[in-house]
């Protein structure tokens, strides 16, 4: 039993793998058919509907494993963290490295976001709402001047999308993490810290 459940899992993770590469490839979830990606991963059309309904469920569930997955990181990493700039960095250089590990798991949830947030219940895990909670906490600290926290979030995770962006797009060269210290700083900056 515990094998046929470790080969379900794989054939589920081929799908997911091979649906993120030809989404990078095309740019576009539309792009791509669910033929290609049972192709891609090397399984029948019958696994892939065994697994997912359509192509839409397959694109929601990376997305919404992705987005909480990151969040839930986010927030893990700044326990035991006080400063507001000790959390910034610390998230910064999660996402960063989450990047560079996954490039396509991350380069698709950033680039799908738009499409999707309608769906997704706002909650802790949100990474959206993980910087909106340490902004305002760090303002009702008195560490950064109290202010919009709506504009606040909305510039530092903004800074944060284009790094990712940036990187997506070859701009930036190299290794993402390698520009967390130099990003979390001016993110820091931005909120008046």
Not at 19 to 35: A, H, Q, R, V, Y
Not at 65 to 73: A, F, K, L, P, Q
Not at 140 to 157: A, F, M, N, Q, Y
């Amino acid at each position: 039993m515990e094998r046929r459940a470790e080969r379900k899992a794989d054939t589920r993770e081929r799908i997911e793998r091979a649906f993120l590469k030809l989404f990078l490839e095309e740019g576009e979830i539309e792009g791509t058919s669910i033929k290609e990606i049972a192709r891609e991963a090397e399984v029948s059309m019958g696994a892939m509907y065994n697994h997912f309904e359509s192509k839409e469920d397959l694109a929601w569930e990376i997305f919404e494993y992705g987005w909480n997955d990151i969040g839930e990181g986010m927030l893990r990493c700044t326990r035991g963290k006080p400063r507001l700039s000790d959390k910034i960095r610390v998230i910064i250089e999660y996402v960063f490295r989450r990047f560079d590990e996954d490039r396509l798991l991350v380069n698709y949830v950033f680039r799908t976001r738009h499409k999707h947030l309608k769906r997704l219940p706002a909650s802790r895990g949100n990474p959206y709402t993980v910087f909106r909670l340490i902004i305002a906490d760090a303002a009702r600290r008195g560490e950064i001047p109290s202010g919009d926290l709506e504009v606040k979030t909305s510039l530092i995770v903004g800074a944060i999308v284009q790094a990712v962006d940036s990187a997506i797009l070859f701009r930036i060269k190299g290794r993402l993490s390698d520009t967390a210290a130099v990003t979390a700083d001016c993110c820091v900056r931005m909120l008046g810290a």
